[in-house]
């Protein structure tokens, strides 16, 4: 979508910290991260959020592979907080899917 930041960065229009990647998913660091670790994680493909994701067809299985496989490249496995906000009633303000994982000492309960 052309007027979508993550399809810019996927499409490496936008310059973004690239921790990692595969076939379906990008995974960067916040530009405003929000604890020590704060890494995003999108597909490839434009798709607004977890609702529109999964009523495509998207595999929820491999998505969630990919999160802990990168929650465990960032040395955060087993302490880490995974939030995908949908809509913007919840706080979603790129309507583009993603995942952010949040990891640091004292992360703020809600
Ligand atoms: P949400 O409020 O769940 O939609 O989260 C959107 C997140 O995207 C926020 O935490 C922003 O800081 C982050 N963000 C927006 N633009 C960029 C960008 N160009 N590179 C990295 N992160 C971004």
Same mark, same amino acid.
């Given at each position: 979508?052309?007027? *979508? @930041?993550? *399809?810019?960065? @996927?499409?490496a229009e936008l310059p973004a910290d690239i921790v990692a990647e595969d076939e379906e998913f990008l995974a960067f660091r916040d530009v405003q991260p929000r604890a020590q670790t704060h890494v995003l994680i999108v597909p490839k493909v434009h798709v607004d959020d977890l609702d529109a994701w999964l009523a495509s067809g998207g595999s929820s299985d491999r998505m969630l592979a990919f999160v802990t496989s990168v929650a465990a490249g960032e040395q955060v496995a087993g302490r880490y907080r995974l939030i995908t906000n949908v809509g913007e009633d919840a706080g979603q303000t790129v309507a583009h899917l993603h995942w952010h994982v949040l990891a640091?000492?004292?992360?703020?309960g809600f």
């Open positions: 979508m052309s007027d *979508c @930041v993550f *399809c810019s960065i @996927v499409a640091g000492p004292r992360l703020p």
